[in-house]
């Protein structure tokens, strides 16, 4: 196996590759979920493959958005040719709002992918930015002296694809995010038949998703969810509120299939899931329901069985709709004890926490719970164990390295591989900043470059943290914000204290923590009745100190917030 642990650390290469010669460099996406970004490198061009972003964890507060730290790539975009998206996910086109303003360069993508990137150049006031090609699967673009293919897949959003990429130094196929379902909804099976092709021409080097590499067998059509979906619609006694990415449209057609099946009319609640799924209908990717699709405010007049609400937030992102329906701050949806919550997706790995505390807010509601693959309503898009051997033993490529996935799931796709009948030389398990650089001969990791986390908080400020500082950025404050409430009476027993972690603060900081206390011990004793859980007081001290400082100056810690019930 080639190991990236191995390599010198370097910060930038010079010059181009050599002759014959292609690189590799993942930005993001490896090691992680999410922030998908990789650059291929090939004589004088550059191509970027997809530019994703995620989601923070627990820890992150305040921040909004996670993007991979693009600093190398700056020093290449005097080469850089385009940037070729697989497919629409957040993950893999999310990053590129927040970057156009860097580099500016023909995007391609199928119709859907940059329908779902277009509504989201308009929410930053990009419209008419940047250069956007349509693509269709089995169409191949020129780009510099490479050629890319795209060839149709199946994943949970329409228009995903994989890339042939065609170098001077030969052929690299990227899978994007795939499963093999032969009997996808809405869509085309993948084209096995091209990707046999290719590997009897020759795949220099294969780039393939690794997200399921741990999980035995095949991962279960998209069709399999449906009888779990339907037997939800038609039993339950109350509304069924179906959670789900806004994205997956497949998921969603069959929802609203069967919703109208069970008598029930179908409503779209959350800003994503009415653009995406307004961006579908105009595409043709789904149809209008007999009677139409409802928002929130035209559900009065509905008896609850005659109701099925869409929701975006299974990721249980704090300001989703599921988060808001659950802590009761949604202005049209409030749960009540005979609503069935169907939770169609699985956490993605590093988002169980969140996931689980907006479930324990439904349960302590009397809201019945069914989730994700357990209760037979998720159909992963990730292909398994077999379909990633499959698509071993299909292309047969000369090198080969996993992309997608933390390192458990990289080193699953390398042992697949192995076994597959491949050499330990012929495999390279990466890490974000990796060099890999691929020949005729062989194969190997040339050294690294900085890469990162650039982290954006509500109010779309950039602030970078990569594991080499971005622009001389200061040592990070950290301020932890403590206080104890009654747990019966829910009123202020001590604090609220704020502390600063190493480094210290300087007395013109110190007030205004202080002062940013006094408004939280005033926003507490002002809050609303039913104001009772921690959650929801660890919003409140965050909100009010962010608040207040944001209205002080450009100081901007990281506040922690830490309640504790006495």
């Not at 930005?27 to 995620?54: Q, T, Y």
């Not at 009010?544 to 100081?555: E, F, I, N, Y």
Request: aromatic letters at 4%.
């Amino acid at each position: 196996m080639v190991s990236s642990n191995d390599a010198p650390a370097v910060v930038g290469l010079a010059g181009a590759p050599g002759a014959g010669v292609l690189r590799f460099i993942p930005l993001g996406g490896l090691g992680e979920i999410g922030k998908n970004l990789a650059l291929l490198e090939c004589g004088n061009d550059v191509v970027v493959i997809d530019a994703g972003l995620s989601f923070p964890d627990l820890e992150m507060v305040g921040v909004d958005v996670v993007l991979p730290d693009i600093s190398y790539l700056l020093t290449r975009k005097d080469r850089l040719r385009a940037v070729l998206l697989t497919h629409g996910h957040e993950d893999h086109i999310g990053a590129l709002p927040f970057y156009l303003g860097d580099f500016s360069v023909p995007i391609y993508g199928t119709g859907f992918t940059l329908g779902l990137l277009r509504n989201k150049l308009e929410r930053r006031g990009l419209r008419g930015q940047p250069e956007l090609h349509e693509v269709q699967p089995g169409e191949t673009v020129r780009v510099g002296a490479l050629t890319a293919e795209f060839i149709q897949m199946t994943h949970s959003v329409p228009g995903s694809c994989g890339l042939a990429i065609n170098t001077p130094a030969g052929m690299v196929i990227h899978t994007g995010d795939f499963k093999l379902d032969q009997t996808p909804v809405g869509g085309a099976p993948p084209d096995l038949a091209r990707l046999a092709e290719l590997g009897r021409r020759g795949v220099r080097l294969l780039l393939s998703d690794s997200t399921n590499a741990p999980n035995e067998g095949i991962t279960p059509s998209e069709l399999s969810v449906r009888p779990a979906l339907d037997a939800a619609l038609r039993d339950s006694e109350g509304r069924v509120i179906v959670v789900t990415f806004a994205s997956n449209l497949a998921r969603l057609r069959q929802i609203v299939e069967l919703a109208a099946a069970n008598g029930r009319r179908s409503c779209l609640v959350g800003r994503s899931m009415l653009r995406n799924v307004a961006t579908a209908m105009e595409l043709g990717y789904l149809k209008q329901p007999p009677g139409g699709l409802l928002a929130p405010r035209d559900l009065s007049g509905l008896a609850d069985q005659e109701v099925c609400l869409l929701a975006t937030g299974s990721q249980g992102e704090p300001l989703a709709a599921l988060s808001r329906i659950a802590s009761g701050t949604h202005p049209f949806v409030r749960v009540r004890p005979k609503d069935t919550v169907v939770l169609a997706a699985n956490p993605i790995p590093g988002n169980e926490a969140t996931v689980s505390r907006v479930v324990n807010l439904l349960v302590e509601q009397g809201v019945r719970i069914l989730a994700g693959s357990r209760d037979g309503v998720h159909a992963s898009g990730h292909g398994a164990r077999e379909e990633l051997r499959f698509m071993l033993d299909l292309i047969r490529p000369q090198f080969f390295a996993p992309v997608h996935g933390e390192p458990r799931h990289l080193d699953a796709h390398r042992r697949i591989a192995v076994a597959s009948g491949m050499g330990a030389e012929q495999v390279a398990v990466l890490e974000n900043g990796s060099v890999l650089e691929v020949s005729s001969d062989r194969m190997r990791v040339a050294g690294s470059v900085r890469v990162g986390a650039v982290l954006v908080d509500s109010d779309g400020r950039i602030e970078g943290r990569s594991r080499t500082r971005r622009r001389g950025a200061e040592e990070e404050v950290v301020v932890t914000i403590s206080l104890t409430i009654d747990r019966r009476l829910r009123t202020l027993i001590e604090g609220p204290h704020a502390r600063a972690l190493v480094p210290t603060v300087d007395p013109y900081q110190r007030r205004l923590l202080d002062e940013g206390c006094e408004a939280i011990k005033l926003a507490i004793r002002n809050r609303r009745p039913g104001f009772h859980h921690e959650a929801d007081l660890r919003d409140t001290l965050q909100a009010v100190m962010d608040s207040h400082l944001a209205a002080q100056g450009s100081w901007r810690p990281t506040v922690v917030p830490i309640v504790t019930l006495a």
